[in-house]
């Protein structure tokens, strides 16, 4: 199960899957092209973690550039880059994605595999930045899945660790009640995505990462 009946859809083919973001990934592009001129800003890029965080200026910080775009995967991300990324040149990028891989069915093998392929072209295109990945949330709607989860965390927490400047944004345990079940008030009724009361805890556990995403 995904967050955007989008991500479904991979029987169609790589580019033919990438189609469906389209409109949102065109929109993206005008907004930047109207918002960025040269300033360079911290980009958020991802899924809809990222995408819906409507209070984000005030949650953290007005500076943000927002570029999470709907359903997207690990893959849509690294199939996106040069068109979303690139053109801002951004001083810092930090990325939430992944959970819609694992709840479409991918292995953690081809989910670590898209945020390495990303991640080189970071290193390669964009030169040493701060980058960050959100650990892959806890959502209740996929509990079942949550061994993968953790595997995925693990082995991009490792992956990442091996940049100049890269870091890793655990929010996982935080999200997680002493039974070590989801905490329900950071999620909306469909047990995927944040409530207003997750989005005011991811910001308290982006706060020590300031420096990283400011002063790249």
Known sequence: MTDDPRVGRLCIGY???MQWY????????????????GSRPPVFYGSSSMRLWDTL?????????????????????????????LPVNPRSLLLYAGDNDLGDGRSVDEVVGWFRSLANKVA????????????VKPS????????RI??????????????PMGYYVDVFP???????????EYFHDDGLHL??????LWSRLLEPYRNEIFTG
């Open 22 to 37: 389209e409109a949102e990934v065109q929109a993206l592009e005008r907004s930047c092209a109207s918002r960025v001129n």
């Open 124 to 135: 390669t295109s964009l030169g040493a930045i701060p980058f960050g990945f959100v650990s």
């Open 195 to 200: 409530s207003q009361e997750g989005y005011r």
């Open 150 to 163: 953790r595997r995925v965390n693990e082995r991009v927490h490792r992956e990442i660790e091996s940049f």
């Open 15 to 17: 580019a033919g899957t």
């Open 57 to 85: 200026a005030e949650d953290f910080d007005p500076r943000v550039l927002n570029l999470g775009f709907g359903g997207s995967t690990l893959k849509a991300c690294d199939y996106f880059f040069a068109r979303l990324i």
């Open 174 to 184: 935080a999200m997680l009640d002493p039974a070590g079940k989801p905490r329900l």
């Open 140 to 147: 209740p709607a996929r509990y079942a899945i949550l061994d």
